[in-house]
């Protein structure tokens, strides 16, 4: 078989890039290992709003299962930083169902798609990437294509087999365990996330509720990689210090977020990298929806100009695209996000005690120049040496 494209992973990069491009009438093939596209999820399911009109996405009600109105952060000596809006500025959402939709909508746009079928390595002719080798049902496929896209999440093979230098050391890892649970007996604003810090809680990162329902949310942790213990230790310390029991747990999440930067080279041949394979995360509070969303979008827009030109050098537009525009970004928020792992209590106290008085639109539009104006009151907690 031979398509123009092949996609390795039916995530949230996967069927948003071959929407895109199988819009453009051109054979695109998305392929999963999952049997079920969307299941098992491995996230706290956290969007925010904006998101759908900017990558086209319907508002559907049946992948959304609750708006948010903003944010709870907590310091460590429990002082509440609250940002509240009077329209939804997020939603939490029921990835089992969103991710199978994406594929849909790819499906409706031309592109074929196949669950559990498991990329196994690359075929290459005369020197050249020529297409994939897949499993599927026990069989062996060859698929052949012109362009072929790793969108194939944190645990990415396809970057390596490609000879693009992903390697990722633990520490650029944070490790994040999550029970979608029922919160009994625990107060919690169930129009808001909330967020708790502290090295005690949680080193590097923090634990999270994420409302479902009245009673029901994704409560969670991420913490450095490279920690000796684990984060599932942690969540059960923060769990056991609220009196929150444990006895009502839906659902077991584990997974590894790429928070340590960005991949440099997203392209080689005619491969091309996107979402949390090319590490494309928010290193501050670890979403990477957004970030594959955006990655995608600019990566279909040069696949279908190489296709159109038959020109495949006008894949690498997509690097320079993506570094100059989201790569320069998140490399700020990445040096905020290493100051402020190196923070003492403390400091982290002072630190959301200073965003108190700054503007909640653009700190929850994770305006990184809001984060410095306020921190700026902070001398001691902005210049804190970082090694
Ligand atoms: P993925 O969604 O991981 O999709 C990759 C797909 O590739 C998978 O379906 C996988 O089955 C498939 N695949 C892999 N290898 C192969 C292969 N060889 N052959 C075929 N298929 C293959 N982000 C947010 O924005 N908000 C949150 O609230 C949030 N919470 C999180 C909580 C946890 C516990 C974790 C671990 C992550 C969280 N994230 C969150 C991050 C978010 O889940 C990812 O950034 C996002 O899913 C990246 O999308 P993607 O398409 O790049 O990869």
Known sequence: MHYDVVVVGAGIAGPIL????????????????????GSPKRC??????????????????????REI???AIYSPNGHKLELRYNKASGVILER?????????????????????TEAIGLIRRNGK?????????????????????????????IARWA??????????????YEYEMILKDFEFDPDLIHLYFGNEVAPRGYVWIFPKDEDRANVGIGIN????????????????????????????????????????????ENVVVVGDAARQVNPMHGGGMAEAMEAATIASKWIVKALEEENLELLENYTTEWWT?????????????????????DELDAAVQALSGADAEKLAAGDYKEVFKALIKHPKVLLKPRM
Do not use: C
């Open 325 to 345: 525009n989201d790569g320069e970004r998140l490399m700020k928020v990445l040096k905020i996000r290493q100051i402020s792992e190196k923070l003492s209590d």
């Open 69 to 71: 109105y903003g944010a």
């Open 44 to 65: 706290g399911e956290g969007l925010g709003i904006g998101t759908f009109e900017k990558y086209d996405i319907p508002y559907d009600k049946r992948f959304i299962n």
């Open 225 to 268: 990689g490279d920690n000796p213990n684990t984060a599932k230790y942690y969540l059960e310390k923060w769990l056991k210090e609220n009196n929150i029991k444990g006895t009502k747990i839906l659902e077991v999440n584990v997974g590894g977020v790429p928070v340590g930067g960005f991949l440099k080279e997203l392209t080689k």
């Open 96 to 116: 089992k169902i969103f991710d199978k939709m994406l594929a849909y909508y790819a499906a409706k746009a031309g592109a074929d798609v196949m669950a559990k």
């Open 163 to 176: 000879g693009i230098n992903s390697f990722l050391p633990p520490h650029e890892l944070d490790s994040a």
């Open 129 to 157: 990437i020529v297409g994939l080798k897949a499993k599927h049902e026990g069989e062996t496929l060859e698929i052949n294509a012109d362009i072929i896209v790793a969108a194939d999440g944190v645990e990415s093979r």
């Open 18 to 37: 071959a929407r895109n491009v199988a819009k453009q009438g051109y054979s695109v093939l998305v392929i999963d290992k999952k049997a079920e596209i």
